[in-house]
């Protein structure tokens, strides 16, 4: 089970951590992500990073501005997120593979979270 926190409203420029607690044995043996998701939109994978750490990816519309991190003994990830702009207005996803390494494959996470609302008005 997967249950994010940490979602609101900011205003343009400001800054979000977006927090996913994870519940069962195996999280530290699976790659974790981020996903975004505005209404009429299909779901837009944001983050990944890899089972311990070592490798993340990031969607060009954020890399330099966001940064997914994990800690694998409390069974969280994160979405640190920063100088936010009105076209991050989203609902937010977060998901876990099936896979230890870095994928940017939707069908490749099997668990989704509930979603948290994201708003940066313009």
């Known amino acids: 089970q997967l249950v994010e926190s940490g979602g609101g409203l900011v205003q343009a420029g400001g800054s979000l951590r977006l927090s996913c607690a994870a519940s069962?044995?195996?999280?530290?043996?699976?790659?974790m992500a981020w996903f975004r998701q505005v209404p009429g939109e299909g779901r837009e994978l944001v983050s990944v990073i890899s089972y311990n750490g070592d490798s993340t990816y990031y969607a060009d519309s954020v890399k330099g501005r966001f940064t997914i991190s994990r800690d694998n003994a409390k069974n969280m990830v994160y979405l640190q997120m920063n100088n936010l702009k009105p076209e991050d207005t989203a609902v937010y996803y977060c998901?876990?593979?099936?896979?230890?390494?870095?994928?940017?494959?939707?069908?490749?996470?099997?668990?989704w979270g509930q979603g948290t609302q994201v708003t940066v008005p313009s």
């Open positions: 998901a876990a593979s099936t896979f230890q390494s870095v994928t940017t494959q939707p069908h490749d996470f099997g668990s």
């Open positions: 069962g044995r195996s999280f530290s043996a699976y790659a």
